[in-house]
C-alpha cells in the first residue's frame, strides 16, 4: 500500500479587485470535493497600497478650493475696507474746504468791518449792513467766543452811523417786537 496524501487544493486569487461595495474578491480555481479530510490552502493576495493621483486630487481638492475662496475673500474685503477709508477722508477734505472757504469769506469780511469802524468821516449804512451780512454764519462756523465779537465789532459800526446804537433783531424782547 502506497502511503498518499492527498492533493491539497490550491486558492487563487487572480484578480482581486477593491472597491466600496466589494471590499475583497477570491476566487477558487478548483474547488474541494466535500471532503473533511482534504485542507483547503487558501492564499490571499493584498492590493498595493498606492493611491491614485485622482484619489489624492480628490481628498485635497475640497479644502484647497475652500482655503483659496478664503484668500480671494479676504483680498477683496481689504480692497473694500482700503477704498471705504479713501472715500472717507476724500469727504471730510472736502467738508474742511467748504468750512474753510466759508470761514475765509467770514474772516474777509470781518477785516472790512474792522477797515469800516477804523475810517474816518460818513459811513455807508449799506456797507456795514452788506459786511454785517456776510458775518452773520460766524455763529455756526466759528466757536462763540469769535462770533459774539464779531457781533460786538457789527455794533460798533453801527454806533458810527447813528448817534444812538441800532437794536440788532436778536436783542429785542418780545414786547419790542410786537409793537
Known amino acids: 500500500m502506497t502511503n498518499k496524501t492527498p492533493a491539497t487544493p490550491k486558492v487563487a486569487a487572480p484578480a482581486l479587485s477593491s472597491s466600496a461595495s466589494n471590499p475583497l474578491v477570491i476566487y477558487l480555481a478548483n474547488p474541494p470535493a466535500a471532503s473533511a479530510s482534504m485542507p483547503i490552502t487558501v492564499i490571499v493576495q493584498t492590493p498595493p497600497n498606492e493611491i491614485k493621483w485622482t484619489e489624492k486630487a480628490q481628498a485635497i481638492g475640497t ?3 475652500a482655503f483659496v475662496a478664503a484668500i480671494i475673500a479676504g483680498v477683496i474685503a481689504f480692497r473694500q475696507w482700503r477704498t471705504a477709508e479713501a472715500a472717507k477722508d476724500a469727504a471730510r477734505n472736502k467738508l474742511k474746504i467748504e468750512l474753510y472757504k466759508e470761514r475765509l469769506e467770514i474772516y474777509k469780511a470781518a477785516g472790512e ?3 469800516i ?7 455807508d449804512y449799506a456797507k456795514v449792513m452788506a459786511t454785517a451780512e456776510r458775518m452773520a454764519t460766524a455763529r455756526w462756523l466759528l466757536n462763540k467766543k469769535v462770533s459774539l465779537h464779531l457781533q460786538d465789532m457789527t455794533g460798533r459800526a453801527t454806533k458810527r452811523i447813528a448817534d444812538k446804537p441800532v437794536v440788532m433783531p436778536d436783542d429785542l424782547t418780545d414786547g419790542q417786537k410786537m409793537g
Open 63 to 65: 479644502p484647497s478650493v
Open 113 to 115: 468791518m474792522a477797515l
Open 117 to 123: 469802524i477804523a475810517e474816518k468821516g460818513p459811513t
